[in-house]
Structure formats: C-alpha cells, structure tokens
C-alpha cells in the first residue's frame, strides 16, 4: 500500500503570505491548472494568521477534514500537517512553498502534490478562510480535490452536528477489530482495526493494519446519534492521501459497519467485530521465491546519472543486504525509509548495506531519479538508491523475476552473506500502529542480527 508520510517543502516571508502558500506547489506543473491556479499575473501578498487551521477536502460528497500549523521559522513561514493516531501525532513538515500570479502552492513533502490556494477566491484570508484545490500532479488524468480552511478552528476534525456525548469505557485502551473491506466490484480484504477513544472527550484515533501495509495515523470521534446508534469518523491528510472512515454501531462497538472514502473517487465498505486476537496472515509467508531460485539477479541505473547497482556489486559481498522495494509516493515506504535511514547510519559498520529499489509513477528515468534524489535528501538516506521501474506491483514482479510476486509497496527481502534470500516481508506496519510498529522493528533487527551471526 501506501504514509512519513512524509511530507513537506518551502513558505517565503516572515508573515504568513496567502500567496506565497499558493505557489510552491505547483513547481511539479499541472496541466490541467486553470488560470487561477498557474497564475497571469501579480498580486499583491495577503497575510496569514499563523497557528492552527482546520482544512476541508470536498470529495465524492464528503468532508475530509484535517488540520495543519502554520508557524514563521527564522524569518520564512513553514506548515506542518498534523496527524493524531493512537499512538501519539506526526507533523509532516512542508517548506516549499512559491507564488505565481494569483495562486500560492504549499508543496506535500516528499510527493508530488501540493494545496493550490487561489488569491483571487481567497480575498477572505487575512480573516481567516482560504480556499483552493488539492492537487496530485502524478495522478492518472486530472486529479483536483476543493480545499478550504479556516482559523481559528477548535482543534477537532469533526463538528457541527446535531449528537450526543456518550463515553464507552471499552474503547479508553485501544481495542482490536476484525475487519472485511469490499470495493465496488464486490472483491474483499481482509484488515485489523485498531480504535481507542479518550476519556474525557469524544476524540477517537485509529487504525486499520492489512497484509500490504497500514493506513497510518487517523483520528476523528465517537458520538451518538439521535437514533441511538454510535458513530465513529475517522480522517487522514498526508499529502498523498485524504482518506475517510465513517461508521455506525448499534451494539456498542461490538460490530460496526461503514464506508471508506478516499480522495476524488475510491470508495469501499467495511465491516468490523471486537476481536481481541485479531491477525493477518504471516508477512513473511505472502510471497517468496520461484522454485529453484535462490538469488536475486538485477542491475539497475543508480539515481546518479552513470552508475549501476546489483547485489553481486564488490560492496556487497559478504554482507548481509536488505533489499527495499519502495516509492516515494508511498507513505507506508515513507515510514519504512525513516526506521532505515536512521538504521543503516548506527549498524552499517556491522557489515550489512540496504539498496532500495524505486518504483515511480513516470517511465522517464531521469524524472524518476529526480524523484528519488529528492527523497534521499529529505529523508538523510544514506544507503544507495536505483531506479527500478514504474509504480506498480506487476512492473516490480518483472523486474525482479525471481519472485514469485510482488504484492506491496513496500517490500523487504532479505539476503544473506552468500547472496542468497532467506525472507521476503510483504508491507510495513508503521509507527501509527502503535505496538504492531515495535514487533515490526524487532523483528526487522532480529532478521539482520541471525544473519550476521552465521
């Protein structure tokens, strides 16, 4: 699947400027950008209050509501989006940020995507409201959610709602749910959900952990309804995605039933059951080798333009390689990269490497080492890097035809000092699951360390 989710880049001026925010996104190019949002001509800056804002993404029908810092650091303004999960909060710096014309783009971190906030429908801003589009440049076709915001905002997702607070002391510790999504074309998957609520508020954070990755920090409320029955919202921005969870219960959170939303058109249901020992299938046993294979057997251009990376590579023999199948759209590849990269620098002296293998939404190899050079350097990776393919599971299965298959971004494989794979670990549970996230990096270490030992 996939969330840090990484993300952020550059605002200008010491006062927070409506359109210095507008521009800075819009660097990746949209070709389908209306003249309000590429911009025809200079406008006069609006300031911005900095602090917290509340945003609105109008999808399929839907609010997707999250909320975003605004703060001046050393002299230029910076945003953070914010999300809250059950395990604690993440803010996902964004500092590039640009004007042209009329329009100011916030760059999302890592992806290519941005908030475009028009000057001209934004003439509110100094008081408080802005107005423009989510935009995902490498997205198939256009791909332009509405935007606004709003400051100040209570710090809560979700409001203004005939409801009634009703505490449910089951949820005060976070509580685990067996899960079934369906998608429109009836095709099911199975998931874990994790939902905890505070005590003394209607705040709820969560979670849904499934065999190809996690859906990362969500956080939302729990309230009941006029008819009785419980209500439980949950919503995520990262930049990459804007996703909605929304279901009811009419048993006090024993069974549940709703919908999730995502972005400008994904749409699936979903069904939950309280179920302490809920799992997923082992994720080292998805996928493994084709019969009679042992080795991986690639060589693919670094993201330097020149050079080449395979495992039989002089720097890699007789080390212990880890192998990372990734993309820099992929938030859970985001949170794989940020236990990595801080990884590799305290254990490389034990003799083990890591290559990650990039997989971009762009067949342009140039564009897509761009891609990962600009991750690799927001990211402080310090393990090399190659261009692999296009984003998609069956491009990594080519690419890598010693596989069986490839079912998740990402995809960890595991070699020994040999050059031989000894596990293949489909997906990552990131820091947003909370323990999973600790058993995911024991785990991970426990691999590298009995390897190292033979």
């Known amino acids: ?79 953070y989006l914010i999300n809250r999960g059950i395990n604690g909060e993440e803010k996902l710096r964004c500092d590039e940020i640009s004007t042209a014309g009329d329009s100011t783009t916030i760059r999302l971190g890592a992806f290519d995507a941005a908030l475009v906030v028009s000057e001209r429908l934004s003439k509110a801003a100094s008081s408080g409201t802005l107005t423009g589009y989510w935009v995902k440049y490498d997205a198939k076709g256009s791909y332009r959610v509405p935007f606004k915001a709003s400051h100040p905002t209570p710090q809560t997702l979700f ?59 969500l956080s939302g409320n ?40 995502s972005g400008k058109s994904g749409h699936e249901t979903w069904t939950a059951t309280l179920d302490p020992n809920a799992k997923l299938p082992d994720a080292n046993a998805l996928t493994g080798l084709k019969p009679g294979q042992k080795r991986l057997d690639f060589k693919f251009p670094n993201i330097f333009e020149g050079g080449s990376i395979s495992p039989t590579d002089p720097k890699y023999r007789g080390k212990v390689v880890v192998v990372q199948v990734l993309g820099s759209w992929c938030p859970n590849c985001m949170d794989e990269t940020n236990f990595l990269a801080p990884w590799y620098e305290q254990n490389k002296q034990r ?19 761009q891609k990962l050079l ?55 549970s990131g820091p947003g699951t909370g323990k999973y996230y600790e058993q995911e990096k024991a785990e991970f270490e426990k691999t590298v360390a009995q390897l190292l030992a033979e």
Not at 351 to 359: D, Q, R
Not at 360 to 365: I, N, S, V
Request: hydrophobic residues 40%; proline residues 2%; contains cysteine.
């Open 351 to 369: 003799g083990v490497e890591i290559i990650g293998l990039g997989f971009e939404r762009t067949p342009d190899q140039k564009l897509a080492s």
């Open 374 to 428: 600009k991750m690799k350097q927001r990211m402080n990776i310090g393990y090399d890097l190659a261009v692999a393919g296009v984003a998609n599971k069956d491009s990594a299965s080519k690419a890598l035809p010693q596989l069986a298959k490839v079912l998740a971004f990402p995809t960890t494989i595991f070699l020994d000092k040999k050059g031989e794979v000894r596990k293949v670990h489909t997906g990552f």
């Open 222 to 261: 729990i309230v009941k309804m006029r008819d009785g029955k419980e209500r439980l919202q949950l919503a995520t921005f990262d930049g990459s995605h804007g996703w909605l969870f929304d279901a009811t219960s009419a048993d006090g959170f024993k069974t549940l039933q709703g919908d999730f939303y």
């Open 159 to 217: 409001f203004g709602e005939a409801k009634e607070r009703t505490d449910y002391p089951l949820l005060h510790q976070a509580q685990s749910f067996s899960v079934v999504f369906k998608d429109d074309s009836g095709e099911t998957y199975p998931a874990v959900g994790i939902f905890r609520k505070e005590a003394d508020s209607d705040k709820a954070y969560g979670t849904f952990l499934t065999t190809t990755g996690d859906y990362r920090y």
């Open 1 to 79: 699947m996939t969330f840090q989710f990484v993300s952020g880049r550059r605002l200008l001026g010491s006062a927070a400027l409506l359109t210095t925010l507008l521009s800075a996104c819009n660097s990746g190019g949209d070709k389908n950008a209306t003249a309000s949002e590429s911009g025809s001509a200079a406008t006069t800056a609006t300031a911005l209050t900095a602090g917290t804002w509340r945003g609105v993404l109008s999808a399929q029908g839907q609010e997707i509501p999250f909320l975003f810092d605004l703060k001046d650091e050393g002299g230029k303004q910076v945003v």
